[in-house]
């Protein structure tokens, strides 16, 4: 992959005490308490003080029915002081399920973000669990060296796990705009193109923090790219 300045981008993957992590508000440290570890599939940036993350969670203790899981969806969102906790998938073994969360940005994301901007993209695999945590990310050369060096200054001791090369591949939608693929995604994984819908436009805005006409632009807009890759 190239980006704007024909700097390749790689994926690059490492790991690194918890810790730090909990100290600056990623995760409270007494989500450990009930859980294995939460995995992050996808984050989505709508708003520049929030975060939606897809995430995967690992329940510790005995199993629960996915009935029991939906009922305690209030109490899991004020336990980790979340802004929205919308359970979409339970595991068979009671113990797994897939979920989207929204919350605030803790204050060392914000930093992050505003020094490094586009430049670093969270991405798979990315794990936290009571020890240690995988971290991955997408990067240009000049912006892996400028994460590195955040890391260095906020005393994390990490170690590189992996680094690779990405390649571009031409795909259907391939020209979407940023936004459009976000919100087709997170309309995807909330179940709007389901038959029938688990979540309407409302739900998508509710989430994002836009207005019901501006997903629905997006929605339409995204949706004509990628019908007009297969069907023209």
């Known amino acids: 992959m190239i980006t704007g300045n024909h700097m390749p981008l790689r994926r690059v993957t490492v790991e690194l005490p918890s810790v730090p992590l909990f100290e600056a508000g990623f995760v409270p440290r007494s989500f450990f308490a009930h859980n294995e570890s939460i995995e992050v599939l996808h984050v989505y940036a709508f708003q520049p003080r929030e975060r939606v ?7 510790s ?14 109490s899991f969102r004020r336990r980790y002081h979340l802004r929205d906790f919308e359970i979409l998938q339970v ?11 929204r919350q605030e940005n803790p ?3 914000e930093q992050i973000l505003e020094d490094l901007g586009a430049g670093v993209t969270p991405t798979t695999p990315t794990v936290l669990r009571k020890d240690t945590t995988t971290l991955s990310f997408i990067a240009d ?22 680094r690779q090369g990405i390649r ?17 995604s997170l309309a995807w994984n909330l179940g709007y193109f389901d038959i029938p819908a688990r979540a309407d436009l409302q739900k ?20 004509r790219r990628i019908l007009r890759d297969w069907v023209t």
Not at 61 to 74: D, F, K, M, T, V
Not at 204 to 223: E, W
């Open 53 to 59: 993350l897809l995430v995967r969670i690992v329940r």
């Open 61 to 74: 203790g005995p199993p629960l029915s996915e009935a029991e899981i939906h009922r305690r969806r209030e």
């Open 91 to 101: 595991g068979v073994d009671g113990r797994t399920f897939v979920a989207l969360l």
């Open 107 to 109: 204050g060392i994301l």
């Open 141 to 162: 050369d000049t912006t892996e060296k400028e994460v590195f060096t955040l890391l260095g200054g906020l005393g994390v001791r990490w170690r590189l796990k992996s």
């Open 168 to 184: 571009l591949g031409r795909e259907a939608g391939a020209d979407l705009t940023p936004r459009q693929r976000e919100l087709l």
């Open 204 to 223: 998508i805005a509710d989430l994002t923090g836009l207005s019901r006409n501006t997903v629905s632009q997006h929605l339409r807009r995204g949706m």
